[in-house]
């Protein structure tokens, strides 16, 4: 049994894999949909009327008028693949509120979608009075059962069993709850190859890390919705830019010489090609600019992903080598004449040359990806994980620390390794997460016991 095995014996939990996107509580459509592309809710249902359907392919957000999804393929009752659109919405009624029973660009829906739980009977029809068969999923199931608490930052119950253990077995205990985290990353990748193959499981993985916390939807959205095969065939710059909203109509004029040549190729392309993605393109209240550090804004990430589109087959090799030096050399490596000295379009240029992907961002891809993708495909080079040091904490893993180790320096040790951090997070989340008794109730100072 190895540690991730011993951590969820402990946990009595089954393991769920982990949603591409942090799954909300209440969901808007948009995140439903991007739930729905990347798999998060399976590809296995049954009907309204009780036919089993398998999602054979999720075909591709669509462009033009009409349902959401277009060139989908679905599979009734294990029979032949029926191909067609899919179309989503959050309540079956949408079908009717929206006139898409009388709009013939919905005919070619094969699967209507709905996200409620409510069992009254909403036949869904198209203007040429087909019947088409209904999915009802209820989104809640994405997340973990609901915290009951916010943990409060101070040192919990634990502390005390914790400091009566050896430090080895503390470390061991928090590598298990790591490689449990990891095997649920694993685990949501390997089924994102499955639908949509390994090159874009990569790149949606990828770059719904550049997203960080506060815009891993739009980065989620832009990866879906303009594929790794259609970006590497055009001018991936101008239209990452253009679809995820940042090329609104604008005067150059008011910039100065090196942005105004910098938009002017950008726009050159995009002007062309606006039309036919204008249903892509996001609002760009969509996208969060508060509470982050200049380097990091998402127009430099977008640029930073645009980069990595050129240079693809190294990534790719890069994904299957997984030499965490070689992976922090690369992107270390990664720039852009225009973006190595600009925080955003509209800013003066900065001083000196910035990282276009920072190393704090380099650990998380390593985390988050290539080594769950080693772990995926048992390659025993995953387990570098144990000696990457962690570039950055966040409030949620010091609060885990102070929580489980009070003021010993052993917490503050262990915030300096990346795996440590994850074993620190997954502890948060499965126990102080779930406790409502100011730790009187939980059971992991029982269970490590066990360990
Ligand atoms: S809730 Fe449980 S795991 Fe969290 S600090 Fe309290 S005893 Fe420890």
Known sequence: MNSGDRYAALLALPLREEPL?????????????????????????????????RIVQFGRWNREAGPDFAEAAVA????????GSIELDPQALDWERHG???NPHYDSVVLHVVFESSRDEFFTRTSEHRHVPQVRIDPTILGAAPALA???????????????????KVREVLFGAAEFRLRRKAAALSRLSELHGSDEALFQALAATLGYKSNKLPFTLLAQRLPLKFLRKTDAHALLFGVSGFLPAMDLGEFDTPTRTYLRGLWETWWARRAELQRLTLDRELWSFAGQRPANHPQRRLAALAEMIGQWPKIRALSKRTDPRAIQEFFGGLHHEYWDLHYTVSSKP??????????????????????????ARKDPRWESFRELPASLSNRRVE???????????????????????????????DFCMRDA???????????????
């Not at 009734?76 to 191909?83: K, L, N, Q, S, T």
């Not at 001083?351 to 993708?373: C, D, I, K, Q």
């Not at 009187?440 to 016991?449: N, S, W």
């Open 399 to 429: 609060i885990a620390a102070l929580r489980l180790f009070g003021g010993r320096d052993l917490g503050r040790t262990l915030l300096r390794s990346a795996a440590m951090q994850q074993g620190l997070l997954q502890v948060y989340e």
């Open 150 to 168: 916010q943990p409060e930052a101070k040192p919990g119950r634990c502390v005390a069993p914790l400091a009566a253990l050896p430090e080895e």
């Open 76 to 83: 009734f009752a294990g029979g032949e693949p029926v191909r």
């Open 437 to 451: 008794s100011d730790c009187e109730r939980c059971a992991f100072p029982t269970q490590l016991a066990k360990w």
């Open 100 to 102: 898409h029973g009388a």
């Open 350 to 375: 900065a001083a000196r040359p910035m990282a276009l992907v920072g190393e704090s961002r380099v650990t998380e891809m390593l985390t988050n990806v290539f080594l769950p993708l080693a772990y």
């Open 21 to 53: 996107i942090e799954a909300p509580r209440h969901f808007t459509e948009l995140e439903l949909q991007a739930h729905w592309f990347a798999g998060d809710f399976g590809r296995d249902f049954v009907t309204a009327d009780g036919l089993s359907v």
